[in-house]
């Protein structure tokens, strides 16, 4: 099952795509300020959502994905490329998302940005910025390339079937989707056209800067608020906070269930539940970064928007949580030994 959704303010088109027989769920491209439209098709078809997918970092409307996550407990990811925080995963060129029995693959494309990536679920792709119905995404900022577009298109996208459906990431002209037949033959970007073309018509167009673009880069770069007119909230990965984190200046809270916390405790870290905001803006208050940890990142990312909204200053989530500090490889081995000893050091 696909359904298509529109935002008309970006003139994005949002997908969800799910399995008949589970009723899994993805949703492709959320957009912030769509919470309410995205949850109620999912409830209205009885789906479960487990994954939030961008096709890249987007510059014309704030992602939904962090704002999806608190909701629905679903894993986000991006292109690697794109050099994001605060996702689950971090996508490649080959990999597959799994929704029940269907897969969703990976195809790098990138050109419009560096990390732009196109899901493909059987005969349909969805494209993002990539490949729009008779045009593409620009590639004028955000270390965009037309030479890396042109050769996405026309040696990746365009040697899939003919048949193949591709829904775009926008169209402003009314259209739902196309074929990669049609886009060989007709787009005229491509069609006919070498690379020398392509470049001249790329530099031609002299677009205006999107108008969220300011806002949006920043705020899709740490998977966006939770909800729409509110901050982004502070993130670490994993990798980065273990070799920042220093227990003489800094304060690690634990707020996993107690049963998991006793089990696998974490050397340095305080033991609070996540609704215990007022206990750590008094940590917070006297250290320089107040990091907040759980057992996947979703409790933690919930009491750090507590502490922001409280007014703490130096809050930050750790993205992915333990299960993330779990697979941080250290020099001093990998997994959870390892983990907990460069946290117990800095």
């Not at 560096?114 to 590639?139: H, K, Q, Y």
């Amino acid at each position: 099952m696909i359904l298509q959704l529109f935002d008309q303010d970006s003139s994005t088109l949002t997908y969800i795509v799910a399995d008949a027989a589970t009723r899994e769920a993805a949703i492709i491209d959320p957009v912030l300020g769509q919470l309410s439209r995205d949850l109620g098709e999912i409830e209205r078809h009885r789906l479960t959502l487990r994954w939030i997918l961008d096709t890249h970092v987007h510059a014309d409307h704030e992602t939904g994905a962090n704002a999806l996550k608190s909701v629905t407990g679903a894993w986000s990811a991006v292109g690697a490329a794109c050099e994001s925080v605060g996702h689950d995963r971090m996508l490649v060129d080959g990999d597959v998302i799994e929704i029940g029995s269907t897969k969703i693959g990976v195809i790098a494309t990138p050109g419009h940005t560096p990390g732009s990536m196109t899901f493909r679920v059987d005969g349909n792709v969805f494209t993002g910025d990539a490949l729009l119905i008779e045009g593409c995404g620009r590639t004028d900022f955000q270390n965009g390339s037309s030479d890396d577009l042109f050769h996405s298109v026309t040696q990746r996208l365009f040697t899939l079937p003919a048949t193949t459906v591709v829904w775009p990431g926008h169209d402003y002209r009314g259209r739902a989707s196309s074929t990669i037949g049609h886009e060989k033959n007709h787009n005229p970007r491509f069609a006919g056209k070498d690379l020398d073309a392509f470049r001249k018509i790329m530099a031609g167009l002299h677009l205006a800067p999107p108008k969220h673009l300011e806002k949006a880069v920043p705020a899709n770069r740490s998977g966006g608020a939770l909800h729409a007119g509110e901050p982004v909230l502070p993130m670490i990965k994993p990798a980065q906070f273990v070799l920042q984190f220093d227990p003489k200046l800094d304060t690690l809270v634990d707020v996993r269930d107690s049963v998991d916390a006793l089990s696998e405790p974490i050397k340095n870290a305080v033991c609070l539940s996540a609704t215990e905001i007022p206990k750590m803006q008094v940590l917070a208050a006297n250290a320089r970064t107040l990091y907040v940890l759980c057992r996947s990142g979703r409790r933690s990312l919930v009491a750090t928007e507590a502490l922001v909204k409280a007014g703490v200053t130096n809050a930050c989530n750790i993205t992915g949580g333990v299960l993330a500090l779990n697979a941080t490889r250290s020099p001093q081995g990998t997994g959870a030994t390892a983990t907990r000893a460069a946290v117990a050091h800095g």
